[in-house]
T-cell receptor, first 111, second 111 residues
Framework: LAKTTQPISMDSYEGQEVNITCSHNNIATNDYITWYQQFPSQGPRFIIQGYKTKVTNEVASLFIPADRKSSTLSLPRVSLSDTAVYYCLVGDGTNAGKSTFGDGTTLTVKP | DSGVTQTPKHLITATGQRVTLRCSPRSGDLSVYWYQQSLDQGLQFLIQYYNGEERAKGNILERFSAQQFPDLHSELNLSSLELGDSALYFC??????????FGPGTRLTVL
């Protein structure tokens, strides 16, 4: 079971780039890294997924170093609406359901 | 809209009662996950089904049970309800990529 560690909270200002790092020291060879965003009283929403190096989509970028023991979610030019909890999840893609959500990082974006 | 539906949206009941929460996964997804999220808490994985079979079990109480039907919808049964069972219950579904798509949740209030 891959355990993840993230900062409990982060503050930022509108227009800044935000980087949230997740540690997953015992990631397995077949594990993917997936990030989710959750607003209060809503279900988590998929943001981005990667296996190694860098992945970019219209919302965020995900940086994964060669040893894959950590990953960094990068949100460019955040706005107030990006205030949410961000979860890093590590799983092996075999539907084993053994990856677990940690406590997440509460990002607060200020005007 | 994730494509995952959950009913009911809200449920208010009394201690000792039994309730059933329903989830319809995205079209084509074979895996269904159930999570519990208490106020200001993280997501607690309860159980996962894959194509009708139980695949993984998390922190699910013995008073709780679930099943996945041939049409792939799932139900979570909560019995002998206690005040502490009040929470948001999320269902998620996934295909082989392990990315989970969450429903809007059912808010259970036990009085």
């Amino acid at each position: 079971l891959a355990k993840t560690t993230q900062p409990i909270s982060m503050d930022s200002y509108e227009g800044q780039e935000v980087n949230i790092t997740c540690s997953h020291n015992n990631i397995a060879t077949n594990d993917y890294i997936t990030w989710y965003q959750q607003f209060p009283s809503q279900g988590p929403r998929f943001i981005i997924q990667g296996y190694k190096t860098k992945v970019t989509n219209e919302v965020a970028s995900l940086f994964i170093p060669a040893d894959r023991k950590s990953s960094t979610l990068s949100l460019p030019r955040v706005s107030l609406s990006d205030t949410a909890v961000y979860y890093c999840l590590v799983g092996d893609g075999t539907n084993a359901g053994k990856s677990t959500f940690g406590d997440g990082t509460t990002l607060t974006v200020k005007p | 809209d994730s494509g995952v539906t959950q009913t009911p949206k809200h449920l208010i009941t009394a201690t000792g009662q039994r309730v059933t929460l329903r989830c319809s996964p995205r079209s084509g997804d074979l895996s269904v996950y159930w999570y519990q999220q208490s106020l200001d808490q993280g997501l607690q994985f309860l159980i996962q089904y894959y194509n009708g079979e139980e695949r993984a079990k998390g922190n699910i109480l013995e008073r709780f049970s679930a099943q996945q039907f041939p049409d792939l919808h799932s139900e979570l049964n909560l019995s002998s309800l206690e005040l502490g069972d009040s929470a948001l219950y999320f269902c998620a579904s996934s295909s082989s990529s392990d990315t989970q798509y969450f429903g809007p949740g059912t808010r259970l209030t036990v009085l």
